[in-house]
C-alpha cells in the first residue's frame, strides 16, 4: 500500500457545491415525499442522501410495495424503528435489485414508526444511470407495470436558471409511475391470474406532493424572473 501523502489529500469541495450540514429528525419534520434530499445536490457524481419516515396506522390500503433496480448502490442506515423488521442502527448496501414497502409487521399500529437514510452517490458524468420500478401481481408475481428510465440532468433541460438546483429525478418519475398504475384498471388486473389489485396509495410516499410542489414552485420561479426581467 502507498504512504503516498498525495494520493490522501481531499480535493477542496466544488464552489458550486459549498458543503453542507442537515439533521435527519429536523429534515424530517417537514418533508413532504419519501427520499426527502436534504440538500440540494442531485446530478453527476453527488452524494444523495434520502431520507425515509414512516408511521403505522396507514388505512385499508396500507403502505403497498414495488420492487426498484439501480445502476448505482443504495447505502441504508435505520435512525430509528419499532414495529419493523428493519432495526435501529442496521448499516447496509443493499442489492441494486431490490423489493421497496411492507416494513411494519403491522401496518395498522399507530405506535410503529421507521426513520431511514438512503444515500446513493449519482454516476459521473457521460456514465449511464438507469432505474426501474415495477409493480407485480401480489398472487402470481405477474409483471403489471414496468416503468423504466435514465437520469437525465436537468440542469440542461431547464437552462441556465438563477439558483436552480435539478430536482431527484426519482421521484418524478415514481410520480408518473404511480400515476399509470392508479389511473389505468386494466393495468390494475393481472393478465395472468386475473387478479384485480387496490389502488397504490400513493399519499403514503409522497410522490404527488413532491410532483406538485416541483411543478408549482418553478412555476413561480419563472414568474419572479419575468417580473424583474421586464
Request: with cysteine; hydrophobic share 35%.
Amino acid at each position: 500500500m502507498s504512504t503516498d501523502s498525495t494520493q490522501l489529500t481531499i480535493a477542496p469541495p466544488d464552489p458550486d457545491r459549498p458543503p453542507l450540514a442537515a439533521n435527519a429528525f429536523h429534515a424530517a419534520r417537514t418533508a413532504n415525499t419519501t427520499l426527502t434530499t436534504p440538500f440540494p445536490y442531485v446530478t453527476d457524481e453527488c452524494l444523495v442522501p434520502g431520507i425515509a419516515l414512516f408511521q403505522g396506522d396507514l388505512g385499508e390500503a396500507g403502505m403497498g410495495h414495488f420492487h426498484h433496480t439501480n445502476s448505482v448502490d443504495e447505502t441504508f442506515l435505520c435512525l430509528a424503528s419499532k414495529g419493523s423488521a428493519v432495526r435501529t442502527g442496521t448499516l447496509m448496501v443493499g442489492p441494486r435489485s431490490h423489493h421497496v414497502g411492507s416494513f411494519f409487521e403491522n401496518e395498522r399500529d399507530p405506535e410503529n414508526v421507521l426513520l431511514m437514510i438512503i444515500v446513493q452517490r449519482q454516476s459521473a458524468e457521460g456514465v449511464r444511470q438507469h432505474e426501474g420500478l415495477t409493480f407485480h401481481c401480489h398472487k402470481c408475481q405477474n409483471v403489471m407495470l414496468d416503468h423504466e428510465f435514465d437520469v437525465v440532468n436537468y440542469n440542461e433541460i431547464r437552462g441556465p436558471v438563477p439558483g436552480y438546483y435539478a430536482p431527484l429525478e426519482t421521484l418524478l418519475k415514481s410520480y408518473e409511475f404511480g400515476q399509470e398504475y392508479n389511473e389505468n384498471p386494466e393495468i390494475r388486473k393481472c393478465s395472468e391470474c386475473g387478479h384485480e389489485h387496490d389502488l397504490f396509495p400513493m399519499n403514503v410516499w409522497g410522490w404527488t406532493n413532491y410532483h406538485t410542489n416541483y411543478e408549482a414552485s418553478e412555476h413561480c420561479r419563472d414568474l419572479l424572473i419575468e417580473a424583474t426581467s421586464a
